[in-house]
Structure formats: structure tokens, C-alpha cells
């Protein structure tokens, strides 16, 4: 998080007690949404290893993760576990969405602008613009996954977020990005043009993992499958050029794109319902499930077309981690 205008403040992840007996039942409620029509020319997808990717600069900047409905599931349990992460909230920095801000051009009043970088099936941005009817949200990504009725202030884009952005300079008060590792090839680049695109005083937040699964007892160690599948996604990001070590990185190349008062926020993100405490068990057990319904989709083009893995291994390799995933003895976590 950062204001575009402070020493940084780091938050050290909290621990958590094992409940010994845990399950993975749950339920939830659907999302909706207040709707108007989303316009979108760019419909085409590709399909590669019986799943749909996007073909929007398809050959230039090819994003791994597939967009059909198997995965757009995951993208949204993933946004209900991140939101009860934030203790049921879309942003921890302090924004007051519902005041009009003076244009940085001309002084006019303007509404409050936020961008949400990758939006992926658009729920953070619908859920900011119905929660504040008087800003205005941007979504941009390359795949058209989002609905075709929004809300009336919300708008969404099909774009390359490492091109050249066009929006006009000083436009957003409010820059959102989360969990685009691996998908970013210059994140030095990408910082400074939403520096650039900042309205003075607006403020950035990333949020995003660190895909190591550990385990603070032992049940998770260095050659256990959880450990080698963060390894080999480790490896394959570098092999592209598209780091998965994002989380360290971040709170230096946001101060070195311009932005001031830095504070960063570590959470330690249980897989599975193992913890005792009772928020953080939910989340856990909707981590899972956001595992278990990414892991084919996360695994397929990376591991063939960058690591060169035949489908068989790649099979085995799911087949494994799932395995992991569904075993109760493991405590395994990830930073975020």
C-alpha cells in the first residue's frame, strides 16, 4: 500500500493453533450484482489441452491460466476467501470513495477513480462500485470473463496492462492490483505507470502471494509435493521472464516508482481447515477449495509449454498435489 504524494511498517504474520479436528464442509452465498450492460468486441478465446485461454495479444503476452468456467470458479472463491482476509473488507487504505475530488487538471469536481489492474471475472470491482454508487471503477484484463450487466458504475476493459496505459495522466485516486504473480513481466514498469496515472494524494494497495507452501510443524517440509510444486512454479516463472517472488519485492519497487507512506501487511494463509481459529479456519477451507479447483488450470501451460513436462507427468503432478490437498495431516500455509 502506498499514497502517491514515511517509514514502512511491517505487520509480522500471526500464528495459528491446529484444530485436530477440522473438516472442509462449507457454504456460501452467491454473489449478485445491480446490473447494466457491459460492452465487449473482444470475445474469441483459444483452446489448448481441452481448456480456454484468452487470444487477445494471444503469442505476445500470454497470461497461463486458462478463463473458462472451471477456472473463473476459482477466481471467485478466491475473492470471497481474500475479502473475509481483509476482515470482510475490498481495501485497507484509507479512501473516502463517496467525496468528489478536485481534478488534478483543472480543478473541476470529479468522481472518485479506481482501477482494478488483472480484474480477472470483475467481483472486486462490482462489489467497490455497489458499495460506493458515486465512484467510478475501472476493471482491465485480458480475457472478457467479466458479466454482461454491472453496475452503473462500473466499467470494464479488455487491455494489456504492460502496454502503454491510455488513460489520461493524475486520473485514479485509487489503484488496485492483486495476485498477478506470475503473470508480470516488468513490474518496475507497471508500479511507475500507476504512479503516473495517480491523482496527488490517491493510493495503491497489492495484495498478492507468496506460493511457497510451508508448514510450521514439520508436516510440510522441503520434499514434500506441496514444497515441489511451489518449486516448479518458482522455476517456470523465471523461466519466462514472469517472477512468482513477488511479495518481497513489492513495498521496494513501489517506493521506487514515487509512492510515499508505505505500510505493509503480512498474512499467513492456512490451506485446509486445520487452524482453531475460527476466521482464519474459513479461510482456510475456502483456500482449498480455491486449490483444488485451480491446480489442473495453474499447471497445464506452464508446465508444458515453458518446462516441457508431457501431459502424463503433469497428470501424476496434479494428481499428487491434490492428494496433499485432501490429506488432513498436512498444516500447510502460504504468505501473502
Not at 48 to 58: A, C, L, V
Not at 216 to 226: K, S, Y
Not at 270 to 281: E, F, H
Not at 287 to 313: D, P, R, S
Request: negative net charge; glycine residues 8%.
Amino acid at each position: 500500500m502506498g499514497d502517491a504524494a514515511g517509514a514502512p511498517t511491517v505487520i509480522p504474520p500471526q500464528e495459528h493453533e491446529v484444530d485436530e479436528d477440522h473438516d472442509s464442509a462449507l457454504g456460501a452465498d452467491d454473489i449478485q450484482s445491480d446490473t447494466t450492460s457491459l460492452a465487449s468486441t473482444i470475445l474469441r478465446h483459444r483452446e489448448e489441452w481441452g481448456r480456454t485461454y484468452h487470444k487477445f495479444r494471444s503469442g505476445q503476452n500470454d497470461y497461463w491460466g486458462p478463463n473458462d468456467d472451471q477456472q473463473n470458479d476459482q477466481l471467485d472463491i478466491g475473492h470471497h476467501m481474500l475479502t473475509l482476509l481483509l476482515n470482510h473488507q475490498l481495501y485497507l487504505v484509507p479512501l473516502n470513495p463517496s467525496k468528489p475530488t478536485p481534478s488534478a487538471l483543472d480543478g473541476a469536481s470529479t468522481p472518485f477513480r479506481v482501477l482494478d489492474v488483472g480484474c480477472g471475472t470483475g467481483l472486486w470491482a462490482m462489489d467497490f462500485a455497489e458499495a460506493w454508487p458515486n465512484a467510478e471503477v475501472n476493471g482491465i484484463d485480458l480475457s472478457p470473463i467479466q458479466p454482461t450487466w454491472v453496475p452503473p458504475n462500473c466499467f470494464f476493459s479488455i487491455d494489456d496492462v504492460e502496454s502503454e496505459w491510455t488513460f489520461p495522466y493524475k486520473h485514479f485516486d485509487f489503484v488496485h492490483i492483486r495476485c498477478l504473480m506470475g503473470s508480470i513481466g516488468d513490474w518496475p514498469t507497471l508500479y511507475r505507470q500507476a504512479y503516473e496515472h495517480m491523482a496527488p494524494g490517491g493510493w495503491i494497495q497489492h495484495l498478492d502471494m507468496d506460493i511457497s507452501f510451508v508448514s510450521d510443524d514439520g508436516t510440510v517440509g522441503d520434499d514434500h509435493i506441496m514444497a515441489q510444486w511451489s518449486k516448479t512454479f518458482v522455476d517456470a516463472g523465471e523461466k519466462m521472464g514472469k517472477t512468482f517472488n513477488v511479495p518481497d519485492r513489492m513495498q521496494s519497487l513501489i517506493h521506487d516508482a514515487g509512492f510515499v507512506d508505505l505500510h505493509q501487511v503480512w498474512y499467513k494463509v492456512p490451506v485446509g481447515g486445520w487452524t482453531k481459529d475460527k476466521l482464519m479456519k474459513q479461510i482456510g477451507q475456502w483456500n482449498y477449495y480455491y486449490c483444488l479447483q485451480g491446480c489442473e488450470g495453474w499447471a497445464l501451460f506452464l508446465l508444458t509449454k515453458v518446462l516441457q513436462w508431457q501431459m502424463e507427468e503433469i497428470q501424476i503432478f496434479v494428481a499428487k498435489f491434490r492428494a496433499a490437498l485432501n490429506d488432513k495431516k498436512n498444516h500447510a500455509y502460504y504468505k501473502m
